[in-house]
């Protein structure tokens, strides 16, 4: 199986600010990286699929990147409805694992 | 509009057996796979299986089988999901997500709302 190992497991920031989340897969993905936003009681929403690709009305703060094994959600100008919990997802193939999750909280 | 209803929460006894249901509506239900995701309290996400309603094809994650038995009506457009045998370990929310792609590959563009399995005596 592949492994997904996300970093940080958690990040405090201010809005406005700009934050990255890694995810470092344990072998050549080949681009199919996913990203997903989950806020508390709800169901993850799709960011970011084929590393770089945004999802349909997912807003432009919001960028993915890198290739390979490593990979980063980059989220600028942090808004108030982006402190949630970010998953990253091996695309590539079953099974389809997730990174363990980094939480986004308000400083 | 692409939406998967899932069935209530259940609260079931150890040992016990859940089926627990995803109402699909707004695509052709046999245009695309469905696959199931558990998330245990306050951790991460972990993929479970998928069924193909078309061919009634499944593929399970090693670690679920056994456990998880997927499968699907056309007839009603929904598909299920039963876990065997229940213990604490099985209490978590499961979700029910669409596929997105033909493969290889995929991800997740449209999910249900979860179903909160508790396992308790």
């Known amino acids: 199986d592949i492994q997904m190992t996300q970093s940080p497991t958690s990040l405090a920031a201010s809005v406005g600010e700009s934050v990255t989340i890694t995810c470092l897969a344990s072998?050549?993905?080949?681009?199919?990286l996913v990203w997903y936003q989950q806020k508390p009681g709800k169901s993850p929403q799709l960011l970011i699929y084929g590393a770089t690709i945004l999802e349909d009305g997912i807003p432009s703060r919001f960028s993915g990147s890198g290739s390979d094994t490593q990979y980063s959600l980059k989220i600028n100008s942090l808004q108030p409805e982006d402190f949630a919990s970010y998953y990253c997802q091996n695309g590539l193939s079953t099974p389809y694992t997730f990174g363990a999750g980094t939480k986004l909280e308000l400083k | 509009e692409v939406k998967l209803q899932q069935s209530g929460d259940e609260l079931v006894r150890p040992g016990a057996s859940v089926k627990m249901s995803c109402k699909a509506s707004g695509y052709t239900f046999t245009d695309y796979a469905m696959h199931w995701v558990k998330q245990s309290p306050g951790q991460g996400l972990e993929w479970i299986g998928t069924i193909i309603p078309l061919i009634d094809t499944t593929s399970y994650n090693q670690k679920f089988k056994g456990k998880a038995t997927l499968t699907a009506d056309k007839s009603s457009n929904t598909a299920y999901m039963e876990l065997s045998r229940l213990t604490s370990e099985d209490s978590a929310v499961y979700y029910c997500a669409r596929s997105t792609t033909e493969g290889p590959g995929d991800w997740f563009a449209y999910w249900g709302q979860g179903t909160l399995v508790t396992v308790s005596s």
């Open positions: 072998e050549d993905i080949y681009g199919s």
